[in-house]
């Protein structure tokens, strides 16, 4: 079962796991910081054959990240004895109770059973690999990030000083709901689909009896629904932002509450 996203990630132990072949050691540092999101990285292991020529870029992330590499020879030409590897070294760590939670980083649907076996012993799994990556290896994890969004830089719109009007209240302005002059997102990437019927789905799930839900709520059911849901694929930073570029169909409301900070809801225009 995946944590609350409301629980203090710091208590949680994740064991990431590398497939050497298939992950990019550029993208260490980030794909760890991803991780963090969800726990402490305790476990940081990589595997592959360090015999290949191909695997020497990874010698420098090693030291810098602590990551104990994996000896795998490949004894047939063309098969990938790194994915045997992994998943026993998975299991093993699986069934020794020492962690909460796992990080896989491959791109290879070999991983489908693997993310699937962690899931229905009830332990939190994630994966991080490209967009090519087989829609049954995403759906096996709890949350997939997809490596692309790790690389891009995500721009967030300002908004103009004239984009936004106060909702009235009776005689006064109420200062808690903010609705944006309706408008439409940017374009998004050639083959990127529209996220408004994923949100849409997700508000239905999350909405309550007032009308309105929970924008902590919608992430959580988004991530039900798409495990690689991700804002960052729509040139978003966060989620708040990418429902605020569909003001044509979503309004945000803030609500302060007693210890200073806020909250945020949405509500489907009518």
């Known amino acids: 079962m995946a ?40 476990i940081r292991r990589i595997y592959g054959d360090w015999t290949a020529a191909n695997m020497s870029s990874w010698k420098d992330v090693l030291q810098t990240f602590a990551i104990q590499p994996i000896q795998q020879f490949r004894y047939t030409t063309g098969k990938n004895a790194t994915d ?3 998943i026993i070294d ?18 290879d649907s070999d991983y489908t059973r693997l993310a699937t076996r962690i899931r229905e012993k009830g332990v939190f799994v994630m994966g991080i690999g490209k ?13 997939f990030v997809f490596t692309q969004n790790l ?22 302005v109420s200062p808690e709901v903010s609705e944006p002059i309706a408008q439409e997102p940017a374009p998004f990437e050639p083959g990127t689909p529209d996220p408004l019927p994923l949100l849409k789905s997700a508000f239905d799930i999350a909405v309550q009896d007032d009308g309105w839900a929970f924008l902590g709520t919608i992430g959580h059911q988004l991530r039900q629904l798409d ?7 729509y040139g978003y930073k966060q989620l708040s932002a990418l429902i605020r570029a569909y003001s044509k169909t979503f309004i945000i409301r803030e609500i302060k509450i007693a210890d200073g900070n806020s909250v945020l809801s949405v509500k489907l225009k009518e």
Request: aromatic share 6%.
């Open 227 to 233: 495990p690689s849901f991700d804002s960052r694929t």
């Open 131 to 143: 967009k090519s990556t087989p829609r049954a290896f995403v759906n096996a994890c709890d949350v």
């Open 151 to 172: 690389v891009m830089e995500v721009s967030q719109p300002k908004p103009k000083p004239s984009t936004t009007r106060r909702k009235k209240k009776g005689n006064g």
């Open 90 to 107: 998975a299991m093993d760590t699986l069934y020794s109770g020492g962690v909460d939670g796992f990080c896989l980083v491959s791109s």
């Open 3 to 42: 944590p609350n996203m409301t629980e203090n990630f710091n208590v949680h132990r994740i064991a990431m796991l590398i497939d050497g072949d298939n992950a990019q050691p550029s993208l260490t540092e980030k794909m760890l910081a991803e991780a963090s999101k969800y726990g402490m990285v305790t």
């Open 84 to 86: 045997s590897a992994m």
